[in-house]
């Protein structure tokens, strides 16, 4: 029998299996949501940017052969950007893919003591790799160098800090995510409940496809 959670009736949005509730952890949750949701929606921008600069491209070679200034160069930094922005509210979602034949059939104290070592192995992994690029970032950032960079793209020189920066500040914001899961796994693994908060609940592909269907009937009406 699964311990009642403490605070008020658990919540789920209605595009999120994660649960929430009055205790401190679902709080701290909500707040590294708000800051994850930001980050996400940037990344977004710098996709619409990266699209938009794309057809740019493409018609002004064509059209008035005036290919954007620096194109490859601008795309090589866009890329580097989006591709981490996103990974703290992915990782809070579930929305990576994984291998979880085997712990789909888990129930109870079982599946938590596999979800936070799992949690663990990532958190793990993420700090050396905070380590690593953030001695990435320093080595292409000087004050006394011209915009501040002594590492730049080949063709425009444009200065790569900026993206190298972003990646152990957007690694930084996934630790912490995962160091909240580690914390709601490991909440759940002591008590036995059955639905934890600041956890995204596991789901069969049923589940997921019904819930996506959902989603986008909600947004058609909408």
Same mark, same amino acid.
């Given at each position: 029998?699964s311990?009642?959670?403490?605070?008020?009736e658990?919540?789920?949005?209605?595009?999120?299996?994660?649960m929430?509730?009055?205790?401190?952890?679902?709080?701290?949750?909500r707040?590294?949501?708000a800051?994850?949701a930001?980050?996400? @929606?940037?990344g977004? !921008?710098?996709?619409?940017?990266?699209? *938009?600069m /794309?057809?740019?491209?493409? #018609?002004?070679?064509?059209i $008035?052969?005036?290919?954007?200034?620096?194109?490859?160069?601008?795309t090589?930094?866009f890329?580097?950007?989006f591709?981490?922005?996103?990974?703290?509210y992915?990782q809070?979602?579930?929305?990576?893919?994984?291998?979880?034949?085997?712990v789909?059939? @888990?129930r109870?104290? !079982?599946?938590?003591?596999?979800?936070? *070592?799992s /949690?663990?192995?990532?958190? #793990?992994?993420?700090?050396? $790799?905070?380590?690593?690029?953030?001695?990435?970032?320093?080595?292409?950032f000087?004050?006394?160098?011209?915009?501040w960079?002594?590492?730049?793209?080949?063709?425009?020189?444009?200065?790569?800090?900026?993206?190298?920066?972003?990646?152990?500040?957007a690694l930084t914001?996934?630790?912490?995510?995962l160091?909240?899961? *580690?914390w709601?796994?490991?909440?759940a693994l002591?008590?036995?409940?059955?639905?934890?908060?600041?956890?995204?609940?596991p789901?069969?592909a049923?589940?997921?496809?019904?819930?996506?269907?959902?989603?986008?009937?909600v947004?058609?009406?909408d």
């Amino acid at each position: 029998m699964s311990t009642p959670q403490t605070g008020a009736e658990l919540v789920a949005a209605s595009s999120s299996t994660v649960m929430t509730d009055t205790s401190r952890l679902s709080r701290i949750d909500r707040v590294a949501l708000a800051v994850e949701a930001h980050f996400n @929606l940037a990344g977004g !921008v710098v996709i619409l940017l990266l699209v *938009l600069m /794309a057809v740019a491209n493409v #018609l002004g070679r064509k059209i $008035l052969n005036m290919p954007v200034y620096g194109y490859v160069d601008w795309t090589e930094q866009f890329l580097a950007i989006f591709a981490f922005l996103g990974l703290a509210y992915c990782q809070r979602e579930g929305g990576h893919i994984r291998m979880d034949i085997l712990v789909m059939r @888990l129930r109870g104290r !079982v599946l938590w003591a596999f979800e936070w *070592l799992s /949690a663990l192995f990532m958190f #793990l992994v993420t700090l050396g $790799l905070i380590h690593g690029s953030w001695h990435h970032f320093l080595r292409s950032f000087d004050w006394g160098s011209p915009f501040w960079s002594t590492d730049s793209s080949i063709d425009i020189g444009l200065p790569t800090w900026p993206a190298k920066l972003l990646v152990p500040l957007a690694l930084t914001l996934l630790a912490v995510r995962l160091a909240i899961q *580690l914390w709601g796994y490991g909440r759940a693994l002591r008590t036995g409940a059955s639905s934890p908060v600041a956890v995204p609940l596991p789901e069969d592909a049923a589940s997921v496809a019904s819930r996506e269907a959902e989603t986008v009937s909600v947004a058609r009406d909408d």
